[in-house]
């Protein structure tokens, strides 16, 4: 088996004159956690659009384990097990924590649009529901409405649901935006341990959580690859010390 993932090929994304990626060639290793950073405006969200499909490529490849799939619609990829977590939370509000993770379970039913049907046929959820949540240390709130949860509990449920597709490739969309310390602390001890046996892709500001918990760094700066490799050779490499500490917007 290829030791790579994912992998990009020349991909480009332009809007009218304005190409956000440029010729992009990536490879995500198997069972990495590799992120994408870069100063704001150097194309990572949109590389992530790219791969999720929210954009269509101008130009290049996009290759998911050896397949070629930079035709495929959205919810082929995602069946492909490629799940992304977004940058918002994106939960059920009015509903319990619980329900919200039976909900994303309900795939596995295949009855998630029979809206028709008792909620309780969600009931043989309950077992698989608990164990996500215990996994993401959120058992304790499983009755708790999901609106009332500080926001660092939120996108931790948030990682839950997702994790309800047993996704073998996840893509987090800053994972830590806008958390406190202690939030920030919680959610790199969550991703480490869904991090094994999984590929995960994450874009992130936070430098002590690239840090931490990532393989492979790679720096984009105006939609291109301005440097790659571990943490500490990245971080002193003086064209991306001048990307950061010089502007760079794209």
Request: glycine fraction near 8%; aromatic fraction near 6%; hydrophobic fraction near 45%.
């Given at each position: ?12 994304k ?7 990626v440029r010729g992009?060639d990536?490879k995500v290793?198997?069972h990495?956690i590799?992120a994408?950073i ?21 130009e290049?490849?996009?290759?998911y ?6 035709r495929?619609?959205s919810?082929a ?8 977590s977004f ?5 059920f ?17 295949g ?9 309780r ?9 608990m164990?996500?949540l215990?996994e993401?240390?959120l058992a304790?709130?499983?009755d ?7 926001y660092?509990?939120?996108r931790?449920l948030?990682i839950a649901t997702?994790?309800a ?5 996840l893509l987090?969309?800053?994972p ?6 202690e ?17 995960i892709?994450?874009?992130?500001h ?7 918990l ?5 720096v984009?700066?105006?939609g291109?690859?301005l440097?790659?490799?571990p943490?500490?050779a ?5 064209a991306?010390?001048?990307a ?7």
């Amino acid at each position: 088996m290829p030791d790579t993932a994912l992998e990009t090929r020349g991909l480009t994304k332009a809007f009218g004159g304005f190409r956000a990626v440029r010729g992009l060639d990536l490879k995500v290793r198997r069972h990495a956690i590799h992120a994408l950073i870069g100063p704001n405006g150097a194309g990572k969200t949109t590389v992530f659009n790219l791969l999720t499909k929210v954009h269509v490529p101008t130009e290049g490849q996009i290759l998911y384990e050896g397949a070629d799939i930079t035709r495929e619609a959205s919810a082929a990829i995602a069946r492909r097990g490629l799940v992304r977590s977004f940058q918002i939370s994106a939960i059920f509000p009015n509903l319990s924590v619980r329900d919200n993770v039976r909900v994303a379970l309900q795939r596995r039913l295949g009855t998630q649009f029979q809206f028709w049907r008792s909620g309780r046929t969600l009931t043989v959820l309950d077992e698989e529901a608990m164990r996500l949540l215990a996994e993401v240390g959120l058992a304790e709130a499983a009755d708790a409405r999901a609106a009332d949860l500080s926001y660092g509990r939120k996108r931790t449920l948030e990682i839950a649901t997702t994790l309800a597709l047993d996704p073998p490739f996840l893509l987090l969309d800053e994972p830590t935006q806008g958390m406190a310390i202690e939030d920030v602390d919680r959610i790199k001890r969550l991703i480490r341990r869904i991090a094994r046996g999984r590929t995960i892709l994450m874009v992130e500001h936070n430098m002590s959580v690239v840090a931490d918990l990532c393989d492979t760094i790679t720096v984009l700066q105006r939609g291109e690859i301005l440097a790659e490799g571990p943490y500490a050779a990245v971080s002193t490499d003086p064209a991306v010390r001048a990307a950061y500490l010089g502007g760079g917007h794209a």
